[in-house]
């Protein structure tokens, strides 16, 4: 099932569109501003963004170039909009915005741009199902971790830690966020044992400069892996 996030402040347009992609078999989560949305993004991963360009505290325009910045092209973005003039269409393409429907809008249409938009995710998503960072290779389909060409034996779960933070470098992945991707949203599990098992990671996959990586804890947030240059490898400590 596809994850979809609506970001609307407008309650009947939102519930509209909530109930129409439902029952086109999405997963939809609601928020009403910009800063919900940023907070969302920062703990949950999703397929699709719906958003609205005049939204309260941030606004749509925003939240896409917070999107770009922190989520790197991952997840696809359509706007939503009122403005109708050209100059703002193409501000929001070139900030990064994937497809756009004007306001007022059939939900009919919507649901089509947003069913083409999950097809074209999931073609690009096949041509990047490997993950080549410095020595590593991860195969998404084979779920199996090259380092220096020798296979490297993790659990399921371990796999699914890797594979999420070699999929975001240089981004903090929170430990509620981990812990989700790994053993199911529906679970909640002690941070101790995300810990550990991130210090397995750590271990057995050597994630440290010397090998191109920096695995680093930060405090209170959660886990962030870092490609390292050579140059900054010199009285480097691993973190």
Not at 25 to 40: P, T, Y
Not at 72 to 91: A, C, H, M, R
Not at 206 to 225: A, E, F
């Amino acid at each position: 099932m596809t994850r979809i996030l609506l970001v609307e402040d407008d309650e009947a347009h939102s519930s509209a569109v909530d109930k129409s992609l439902q029952s086109s078999g999405h997963e939809i989560s609601r928020v009403g501003d910009g800063e919900k949305a940023v907070e969302f993004l920062t703990e949950n991963l999703v397929d699709l963004i719906i958003l609205d360009w005049n939204l309260p505290k941030m606004s749509g325009l925003d939240v896409l170039h917070w999107i770009r910045a922190h989520l790197g092209g991952g997840p696809g973005v359509l706007f939503l909009t009122s403005k109708l003039l050209e100059v703002d269409i193409v501000t929001a393409l070139e900030a990064g915005a994937d497809d756009y429907v004007a306001k007022p809008f059939r939900l009919v249409e919507l649901s089509a741009r947003v069913n083409a938009l999950l097809r074209r995710s999931k073609r690009d998503d096949a041509s990047q199902r490997i993950l080549r960072v410095a020595d590593y290779v991860l195969d998404l389909n084979e779920r199996s971790v090259l380092f220096g060409g020798k296979n490297i034996g993790l659990t399921a779960r371990e796999f699914e830690l890797a594979a999420c933070l070699f999929g975001n470098l240089g981004r903090i992945i929170s430990r509620d966020l981990l812990a989700k991707i790994a053993w199911g949203r529906e679970h909640e599990i002690a941070s101790r044992t995300i810990d550990t098992h991130i210090y397995r990671i750590r271990g057995k996959l050597q994630l440290n400069p010397k090998n191109g990586l920096r695995l680093s804890t930060v405090y209170t947030r959660g886990y962030r892996l870092d490609e390292v240059v050579a140059t900054d490898v010199v009285g480097d400590v691993d973190g």
